[in-house]
């Protein structure tokens, strides 16, 4: 039987993750998630799909961070009908991320349409609201350990990525018994909240994510950066935006700040989680047992609630939203998305960012070509709703909030495999990312490393 990979996305870049494994007739594509960044790379979501989506077999998500599930119901807009397997976790998560993606498409569209600013008359939605609910109706969920069965006599079994709630491992069995691993988005080791990185002892075949193979996150715990932001935040009478992404990264903060709390070491401020879906997502995160950690499972058995600080409060309603741009600080506002390419935080930016006792705290990735990482490079305006914004906000960054493994713990996962695999391809990372990360595994494993380009295809002997 013929078999092979394809990398349809997250080729040396660091979104759009579609992967198609086909053995024989059948065809599975594991992840299937939006291009985001620059303008050339968000093109080609509106580009055909490689091959038919009808003659898909299954989809299975690794986890449901849009960059790797948002292109689910583009997929169902064109046709596909399938399952698409994925952990409780990560369809509970997409059920509150996929419809809210399709309005933000939708209201997108409506906005340039309303103000002639689309390069296309009139613009489309990418998908729409529907289409996420039709795409909803084909997940199936997988418990972790438990193997799926998939079409061509293959099938896969989801281990704990520590990354977000739900995120997955996956490891696919092939007919013949080999192995292929996909890590999805490895995350942190010792981390609160989920599980570490599930370790992978054997792998013929690995694809690996890449986003921070040439970096090493800061050693600065988060909590004593964001004691003194929320100090100076009193002491200046200033707003701290805080870009975040709604799965992950808010409920980390919002870990942090219920310690603090409780360790007296912030001042009581107003603090607005300005996100509908990290409102929902933070529910869901008390709920999954299954992913919890230690920690975790002592505070909830405890009846603590150290994902809802008293601190806090949750903005789902519009209007207080905007109203929370007329207030004074000193006050912290939570919102997404966290490469500002969209949602409540960029209304916040263009009242914020002209005033220099403004901080804007980033605490993720941000992906080449965003507004994001314009800012932390220098920008001294950004464009938003068609203006020029003046940036004389101060600009400060935590990385050890990352969700991702820097290299020394993609490293670290590694060295659990006991014998080398045949080929480790390297995806989700800039080129020049993925040629340190291939420069250090061959230095220290002397394992064999390919850096697959889009559209690229091997065989998988």
Not at 97 to 121: C, F, K, V, W
Not at 149 to 159: H, Q
Request: with cysteine.
């Amino acid at each position: 039987m013929a078999r092979s990979i394809t990398f349809h996305g997250a080729a040396q870049t660091v979104t759009g993750s579609r992967h198609l494994l086909t053995l024989g007739k059948k065809k599975i594509l594991i992840d299937c998630g939006l291009f985001q960044g620059r303008r050339e790379i968000r093109a080609r979501n509106w580009e055909p799909f490689p091959v038919d989506v009808t003659s898909l077999d299954a989809i299975v998500l690794t986890h449901a961070h849009t960059d790797h599930a948002g292109f689910l119901p583009r997929v169902v807009r064109q046709g596909y009908s399938g399952p698409v397997y994925a952990t409780p976790g990560t369809i509970s998560i997409a059920k509150v991320s996929l419809p809210d993606g399709g309005r933000i498409q939708e209201e997108d569209a409506r906005y340039h349409n309303r103000h002639r600013t689309s390069r296309h008359e009139p613009a489309e939605p990418l998908f729409t609201e529907a289409d996420a609910m039709r795409a909803l109706k084909l997940l199936k969920p997988v418990r972790y350990h438990v193997p799926q069965k998939l079409p061509g006599g293959a099938s896969v079994r989801l281990l704990p990525a520590g990354h977000i709630l739900g995120a997955a491992i996956a490891e696919i069995t092939l007919p013949d018994g080999k192995l292929l691993v996909m890590s999805g988005d490895v995350g942190r080791y010792d981390r609160p909240i989920i599980k570490d990185p599930s370790p992978v002892y054997t792998a013929d075949y690995l694809v690996m994510e890449s986003t921070y193979g040439n970096r090493l996150h800061s050693d600065r715990e988060a909590k004593p950066v964001l004691e003194r932001l929320f100090i100076e935040a009193v002491q200046n009478k200033s707003v701290v935006l805080v870009p975040s992404f709604a799965i992950g990264r808010t409920q980390e903060l919002l870990w942090d700040i219920h310690e603090l709390t409780e360790e007296g070491r912030i001042p009581k401020i107003p603090i607005y989680v300005d996100s509908p879906m990290a409102t929902a997502a933070t529910l869901l995160y008390a709920t999954h047992k299954e992913d919890h950690d230690k920690e975790m499972k002592v505070r909830l058995a405890k009846g603590e609630t150290p994902l809802k600080p008293d601190l806090v409060r949750f903005v789902r309603d519009r209007a207080m939203s905007k109203s929370l741009n007329k207030e004074k600080g000193p006050m912290v506002i939570i919102a997404g998305s966290g490469m500002l390419s969209g949602g409540r935080i960029v209304h916040h930016l263009r009242i914020r960012l002209p005033d220099p006792s403004t901080v804007l705290l980033f605490t993720g990735y941000q992906a080449e070509g965003t507004r994001g990482r314009d800012l932390i490079e220098g920008a001294k305006q950004i464009r938003l709703f068609g203006h020029n914004v003046e940036v004389n906000a101060r600009i400060e960054r935590l990385d050890s909030l990352s969700a991702h493994a820097d290299y020394s713990e993609l490293l670290r996962w590694l060295e659990s495999i006991q014998e080398p695999p045949r080929t480790t391809y390297l995806v989700h990372g800039e080129l020049r990312v993925q040629k340190e990360l291939k420069r250090r595994i061959e230095e220290k494993f002397g394992w064999p490393v390919e850096i697959p380009g889009h559209g690229q295809s091997f065989e998988l002997d």
